[in-house]
């Protein structure tokens, strides 16, 4: 099943309340309307969830077998962002997964906040670093990474998926001073 179109959604009021909470299995409809609508917004990328990310109909369970933890942010009634975390392929450092912020709740810090509390999570374990890979085209989401302090590494992965994805490498050292 792929995605639903892109239905753009009314910017959210400045007001709007903002709630974080561990994702559940069953916010997958909300999982795959948001990052349906962000995927629409890059030429070429497509969201085949029952082909290539299965993980997003049981989001929770998914996170939990890898030892990680996926967080959603509700406005209104509605999904509009997500972060998730698992251990690193290098056992000294956390992975940052699936960081989606829906266009009408951007520009707002949302996007900084879900790293820091990755980053935050990273801590706890006793992480010495956070890395991440990052579709070559989110070039917003590079700009965000690179302001935080991620440092785009010379590797690339290719993903041979229906999107055709090529991704880049970031990765952030966590010092003790980054802690205060």
Not at 41 to 49: A, R, T
Request: hydrophobic content about 40%; glycine content about 8%; some cysteine.
């Amino acid at each position: 099943m792929e995605a639903p179109p892109n239905d753009p959604l009314p910017p959210l009021p400045p007001d709007a309340a903002l709630h974080v909470r561990d994702a559940r299995d069953d916010d997958a409809e909300g999982l795959i309307t948001l990052m349906g609508r962000v995927f629409s917004e890059y030429p070429g990328c497509i969201l085949d969830v029952d082909g290539e990310m299965p993980e997003l109909r049981a989001i929770a369970s998914a996170f939990q077998q890898r030892r990680g933890r996926f967080w959603v942010v509700e406005s209104e009634g509605r999904v509009v962002g997500c972060v998730g975390c698992r251990p690193a392929s290098d056992p000294a450092g956390v992975e940052l997964c699936k960081l989606y912020v829906s266009s009408s709740a951007r520009r707002r810090g949302l996007g900084s906040s879900l790293c820091a509390l990755v980053e935050l999570e990273a801590r706890a374990r006793g992480a010495a670093f956070v890395e991440l890979w990052s579709d070559t085209r989110f070039l917003d989401a590079h700009r965000l990474y690179e302001r935080l302090g991620y440092v785009r590494g010379t590797e690339t992965r290719e993903l041979h998926d229906k999107s055709d994805t090529v991704e880049f490498f970031f990765r952030r050292p966590l010092r003790a001073a980054d802690a205060s």
